[in-house]
Structures are given as C-alpha cells and as structure tokens.
C-alpha cells in the first residue's frame, strides 16, 4: 500500500501542488504572526533590558493601572534625598536619578517635528555613569540649561548636527531653545523603534518635572559578586522609614522590572498576533474547501483502482490510510513552505513598520522552535481532517466497481444534509436574533455563535441551494450562447456537492468582505452627524498619537480674538468606588458650549457644581445614579469623594467618566492637555479667526488644529485606512478561492476526458470547449459571490444594530462595492478558467474517447 501510495502522489503532483498551495498561505500567514511579533517582543526587551539597572527604586501606583509601563506613572516622583542612602547601601556600585519625560519634540531647521510622530518623545536626564544606557557617539554631554543631546537616528532625521541651534516643543511649559552639544546611541544597538530620545543635564530635567528637587526613580547598579535579590534586599532595608513625602514605592530587580515595564507591550502584541491569525484562521478554512475538493475527486477517479485494491486484498482500513497518507504528505510539504514563506512575510511586515518610521534595529528575525511546531501542525492537522471525508468514502469502494466501466463514485441523497444544515442554520439565525436581544458579554458570544452557525449552516445547504441558484445563473448563457451555455449550466448543476465546495472558498471571503464593507460604509455615513451631535466647539486641537502637550497652546489660543473659550480635556487612570476605570478631566467653563450633552437625569452644569457626568451604560452597569457619592482616588494615592450630577447619552466627546479638571488638580493629576475644544465667540467669523489659530499652531507642528469638517474626515480616513488593511488580508482567502476554482476545473475536465472527446468529435470546435469551461466557471464564482454577499449583508445589519449605541445612527449598504464584487467574481471565474479550458482544448480527440 505505501508503493501505491507514492505511485498515486506522483500521479497527482500538479493537483495536489493546487491544495498544498491553501497550506502554504495559511500556515504563513500563523508562522508570519509568531515570527513578526516575537521579533517586535525582541527588541522591546532589548531595549528594556538595557534601560533597566540591577535594581530600580520607583514609586508605586496606590493601584494597578492600564498605563504604559506596568502600572508606573510618569508624573508620580521621589524625593532626590533618598540619593544618599541608596549610595550608601553596601555592595551598590552607582546610583542615578532617572527623570522620564513623555512628549518632548524636537524641531528641525525647517520647524518640523523630527522623527515618527505615532511614535513617543522621550526626554530624560544625563546622568552620566559607566552604566547608563545612553552612549555619547560625538560631542559632548549636556552640562547647563538650554544644552541637550539628542539620539542619532533623530539627529540623521532632522539633518542636525553638534552646535546646531533647535526648538524643542514639552509637555508642560512653553517651547524652548536649545543648543545640541552631543550626539548618543541608545545601548548597543541604538534601537529606540522609532520612538526618539532628548537628553537634559540633571537640573534641568528635574525643573522640567516641575516638582522641585525630585526624580521619576532611581537606577541602582550592583557590585561584583553581588547578586540582584541581595542587592534588591540590602536596598529595601536601607529604605525602610525613608521620608518620601505622600508616595509609596517599591524595590525591583533587573528581571522584575524589565517584565513590568514590557507587560502593555506584550498586551499590544497579542492583539497584532491574534489579527494576524484571525486571517490565517479564514485562509486555512477556504483552503479545507480545496483539499476537500480536491481528494474527493481524484477518489472519484480512481474508483477502478481504489476497487481493483480491494480485489486484490487490501482492506478497507488500508485503502483510508493511503489516502490520509496522501493528504499527511501533501499537508506537511505544504506546512514547511509555509514556515518558510511566513519568515519572508515577516520581512515585509517589518519593512513596512520601518518605512512607517518604527524601525526594530538590525537583528534577525526570531524563529522560535513554538512557530516551527505550531505551524507543522496547523497545515497537517487542516489537510488530514479536509481529506478525512474522502478517505472514508473511497475505503467504500466495493471490489466488484473494478469490473465497470462508469468510474464515478455514487452520490447519496441531499436530504440528510438539508435537514442537517436546516437544523443549523436555523441555530444560527436564533443566535443572532439572541444576540440583538441582550447585551454585555452574553451578546458577543451569541453573535459570534450565531455568526459561525449561519455560515456553516449555509455551506452545509449550498449544494441544495445550488441547484436553483445556479440554473438561473445559467439560463442567460444558455439562451445567449445555445448548446455550449447549456452544457456549461449543466456542467456547474451535475454535482452540487463540488459546485458548492468550490463556490464556498469565495462565499466565505465575500461574506466576511461584505459585512466589514457594511459596518465600515455605515460609520463614515455617521461620522458627520456624531461630530455635529457631540461637539459644539467649531474647532478641535489634539496630536496624532494623543501624546499630551503644553497647557501654553490652550493658553495662546484663548488670546486669539474673536476665540469665546478653550476647554482642556486631560485623561487618566483612576479607581471610582474601588473599580479600576478611565476618566477624562475637563474645564467647567464653557464645556457646555464646547460638548453637546443629552441629559437623561440631572444638571447639564454638573461640572461647574463640581461634579461628575456619567454616561448611561456606566451608570447602570455600577449601579449608581444622580446624587451617588463617587470616592476617586488617583496613582499617586490621593482621594476625594464627589456626587454624580448628571447622567447623559453616549456622546463621541465623552468619557464614560467626567469629572471637573478643578478636582483633577486637587488630586495631582498630570499638567499637560490632550484636547482642546476651541469655540468662536458670537459673530467671529471663522476666515477672520482661523488663520489666527493657524499662526499660533504653527509654533506646534506636532499638533493639528481641525474644524468639525476635517476632524471628521480624519476619523473617516482611519476607518477607510483599517478597511484597507482588512481588505488586503481578506484578499488572501480570495486568492485562495480562485486556486479552488482554477484546481476543481482542472479535475473536472480529467474526469471528463471522454465526454469532452466525445463533444470534439461530434463537432464542437476548441474555441467552444473553452467558451463551455469558462461560462461553467463564471457561473460557480458568481453563484459563490451571490451567497456570500447576502450572508455578509444579514451578518453585517445584525452586526451594525448591536452597536447602534455607540453612534452608527446611519445605516449604509455600499451597493457600489456589491455591485463591484460581483464583477470581479465573474473576472476571477474568466481568469480561473484559463489554464483548465487551454487544457481541455487541447486534449487528443482519439485518445479522449478511449479513455477509461
């Protein structure tokens, strides 16, 4: 059996190549995910590893927070009098004061902002020391006020050089002059992905601070033969009793605090992971359509030979193992290329990064022994099981089939399946009515349920719908174009089972295309009106990557004539009644004006009575109500206890949790805005007003200052943008769709060698043969299209009503889109028909008829 087994491998390369192709694009698509964020977890570790000392003194948050670094927060600080005592702990070989910035910017000579702006300006302190991660490459340290040294690949960026004069934009304060004395490189490799660094000398970073003489956290550096815990122990002890004002801290070694500070960003890679393997996830579930085809039919065509084993002795157990050992094969070549393929999908993808400006260094890719095993497994796991139907059928093959001269395998009756599929679909479409019906956690898992359910219950129906749909998909070819779009219809109708396997792959594409398309053209056609129902400022300040910037913008702003009002929004981390929660701190003073709020109970002045303003949801979801007492307290550990005034409707503008930025300030949160509304007072004409606000911004090229019309398009260019991306990844289970086309035409047209004999001899010229296997594949495309956008339009209005509350009020089908689908299905069908019609033309008319 292994004999016949090879023989029938190398009898089928070219249609088993087809299959193993969909293992191909699957598996890189899991081994890509693994090795492109494996390399990102890489580097961020090298760079946390080499930022980190033996032992890091810090403050700790009263609470665990969603903020960058684990939960450290960088307005929180420590007194530098604890230098001493950390100095004088035996075995501490240096110690340093760290100050950590975020939102420092540097100007190049045409006022530009230097570097990637998605990416963070760092600015920090030189502290100087053997062990400092920063190494000068030229120039000098900076040693007084108004000197920095910036990284080199900011410097490279900016085409600055040692002596040159530049601007620098900070988080809090006005902008600032500065001469660059030094060039530096971050550690060894000088990798900072993307984000750039500016180096202060230690007085002034602590000024830029702006709480006197303190420190973000102290870097502690062991000597030899001290390990990190002794050191870490030795260091706690020394502290105990310590006076570091209000602020609690906390002790951590290398390796604990390297693990803190990268925990978002292995929280950031998962999703990129779990995206990617989204799509590897639908490419592998087109692809099973494939295999599934594709053994099925060479099982049907080797029925006299599968028969003629069984004749000669073989059982039915050893017929199914030669089958699965086929499709094991085929699955494993195929999950190899695809490990290999997935490394070069990770090259493009940190190509691509690096060109957005995030550049991970000039390290290999990581290719860890997990990727190279989970992939393996993916692609066989997926063949054997596609193939396992088939296996089984052809161990049914009675020895007596040998002496037929009809090869082809008995097909059972639809009715077990459309009872089957019945049954599921109707599971499915319950789901998502179940869905429409509840909320919260319960609502997504009957959605996606649902959504499953219907999917898999029309696969399982599609030969049973097949029949109609596709005799009316044809009727135009055959009154069009006579016998040979008759016999094409026919063609596409004599086995539903393999018409609807092949029509699946593009169905599911289609469908997932579809109600992304849906979802997406509703949020653009919304995007207006949520801008104009949330927002009554006419203009809006913010930067791109939502780093904070200088309350002197909000400043200079209120100056401009004809400007009514600036209200500063900050954001933050906090606990409200013991709950970990985000909240948004605003002015009290014209936030009314500037944000439009629909009261379902209490007072639209709620801040300016000095309370909060909760959305509806929140409010219901903890329980609380106008006149609720709310305890907040903030990282830093400081609390106090306001009412809520007011609970309103969902609003674009709005934070689940509003409280007055007077109670922010009492708090000790952060001194630097993230949004400005600016309102126009009474009769300011906005041609009069805005090249004013231009003139001002333009002293901040790190910033934009939009109108409701632009702040509105920028939100439509991030959905267009994502829904590009979408489409692109999408794409591959399109592809692969048409290599199922393309492969179960060329099966169909060997187990019709004789009828296609038999059509050339009774006169049917090549040219019509052709024209009959590509009218057969457009009516298969089409036919998969057609299901796959109504099921994507059911999907995507379910989809689109259960987030009616987030502001989707507009219900949009992109008809163009559909329309465009469904032309480029019976492309894809003309395209795909190309190779298996050429080679059904050129079949030898003598040799067809005689063939068995």
Do not use: C
């Not at 990637?116 to 190494?135: E, R, Y």
């Not at 801040?607 to 949801?617: P, R």
């Amino acid at each position: 059996m292994l004999n016949a087994t090879v023989k029938g491998l190398l009898a089928h390369k070219l249609r088993l190549a087809l299959s193993a192709i969909a293992v191909v694009l699957g598996v890189a698509f899991v081994a890509g995910s693994f090795v492109f964020t494996d390399t990102l977890r890489k580097t961020f570790d090298g760079i946390f590893d080499q930022a980190t000392a033996d032992v890091v003194v810090q403050p700790k948050a009263a609470f665990e927070t969603d903020t960058f670094g684990g939960g450290q927060q960088p307005d929180l600080t420590l007194p530098a009098a604890l230098l001493p005592r950390l100095r004088a702990v035996p075995g501490v070989a240096e110690v340093n004061g760290d100050v950590n910035l975020d939102g420092v910017r540097v100007l190049d000579g045409e006022g530009k902002t230097v570097g990637n702006a998605q990416a963070p300006g760092i600015g920090t302190d030189w502290s100087g020391g053997a062990h400092s991660p920063l190494k000068l490459v030229t120039g000098r340290v900076p040693q007084h006020t108004g000197e920095v040294a910036i990284d080199t690949t900011a410097a490279k960026d900016g085409h600055i050089a040692v002596g040159q004069r530049v601007t620098l934009l900070m988080p809090q304060g006005p902008r600032q002059q500065a001469t660059v004395v030094g060039l530096m490189k971050f550690g060894s490799s000088g990798s900072l992905a993307g984000a750039t660094i500016t180096a202060f000398d230690p007085a002034t970073a602590q000024a830029l601070l702006g709480k006197g003489d303190v420190y973000s956290s102290f870097s502690v550096w062991r000597e030899d033969g001290t390990s990190d815990a002794q050191l870490k122990s030795a260091v706690s002890a020394a502290l105990q009793g310590a006076d570091t004002g209000t602020q609690k801290l906390e002790v951590l070694t290398h390796q604990e605090a390297a693990d803190q500070q990268s925990s978002d960003i292995q929280t950031g890679l998962s999703f990129i992971t779990t995206f990617l393997l989204v799509f590897a996830g639908v490419a592998l579930f087109v692809g099973s359509f494939i295999i599934l085809n594709t053994f099925s039919m060479i099982v049907a065509q080797r029925t006299r030979e599968l028969a003629l084993l069984r004749a000669l002795g073989a059982s039915r157990r050893q017929v199914t193992r030669s089958v699965l050992l086929e499709a094991l094969v085929v699955g494993l070549v195929g999950s190899i290329i695809g490990v290999a393929l997935g490394m070069g999908l990770a090259v493009g993808l940190r190509a691509l990064f690096k060109a957005l400006g995030i550049d991970f260094g000039t390290g290999g890719l990581v290719l860890a022994p997990r990727t190279v095993v989970v992939g393996l497994l993916v692609g066989v796991v997926v063949t054997v099981l596609a193939s396992w139907a088939p296996a089984r059928r052809a161990a049914k093959v009675a020895p007596v089939a040998a002496l037929r001269d009809d090869q082809a395998m008995g097909s059972e009756s639809l009715r077990r399946r459309s009872t089957i599929g019945a049954v599921i679909t109707v599971l499915g479409a319950a789901g998502l009515a179940g869905a429409l019906a509840t909320d919260g956690s319960t609502s997504g898992w009957l959605l996606a349920a649902g959504a499953v359910g219907l999917l898999v219950g029309v696969i399982v129906l599609s030969p049973v719908i097949g029949v109609p749909v596709v005799r009316v998909l044809g009727a135009p070819f055959a009154r069009l174009r006579g016998s040979v779009g008759t016999l094409s219809s026919r063609n596409a109708q004599r086995n539903p089972r393999r018409t609807a396997a092949t029509a699946s792959a593009l169905m599911i594409g289609l469908a997932l295309v579809t109600g992304i398309g849906v979802i997406a053209s509703s949020a653009n056609a919304s995007v207006g009106k949520l801008v104009a129902d949330a927002l009554g400022s006419q203009y809006v300040v913010s930067d791109p990557s939502f780093a904070p910037f200088s309350t002197d913008v909000g400043n200079q702003l209120a100056k401009v004539p004809g400007v009514s009002g600036v209200v500063r929004e900050r954001f933050g981390s906090a606990q409200i009644n013991g709950k970990g929660a985000s909240v948004a701190a605003d002015d009290a003073a014209g936030f009314t004006d500037a944000v439009h709020l629909q009261v379902v109970s209490g007072s639209a002045d709620a801040l300016s009575q000095g309370k909060a303003i909760v959305l509806t949801d929140t409010a219901k979801s903890h329980h609380v109500g106008v006149g609720s007492p709310l305890r907040i307290t903030f990282p830093s550990g400081q609390s106090t206890t306001i009412a809520v005034g007011a609970v309103v409707k969902a609003n674009a503008a709005l934070q689940s949790w509003t409280i007055p930025l007077s109670t922010w300030d009492t708090l000790g949160g952060a001194q630097h805005d993230q949004f400005l509304y600016v309102s126009l007072a009474s009769g300011a004409k906005d041609a009069t007003v805005r090249p004013e606000l231009d003139r001002v911004m333009g002293q901040y090229p790190n910033l934009q200052l939009q109108d409701q019309k632009q702040f509105g398009d920028a939100q439509r260019k991030s959905v267009d943008q994502l829904l590009a991306l979408i489409y692109g990844l999408l794409g591959l289970a399109i592809v692969i769709a048409v290599l199922g086309i393309i492969n179960t035409l060329a099966l169909s047209v060997v187990e019709r060698t004789r009828e296609i004999g038999l059509l050339r001899a009774v006169g049917m010229s090549r040219r019509q043969l052709r024209r009959m296997v590509r009218y057969e594949s457009v009516v298969i495309s089409v036919f998969g299209a057609v299901l796959g956008i109504v099921l994507g339009l059911v999907l995507g209005l379910v989809l689109l009503q259960m987030v009616r509350s987030s502001g989707l009020s507009a219900t949009r089908v992109p008809g163009v889109q559909i329309v465009v689908f469904l032309v480029l299905a019976a492309v894809v069908g003309v395209l795909a028909a190309v190779w298996p019609a050429r080679r059904a033309s050129r079949l030898d008319v003598l040799r067809a008829i005689a063939a068995d």
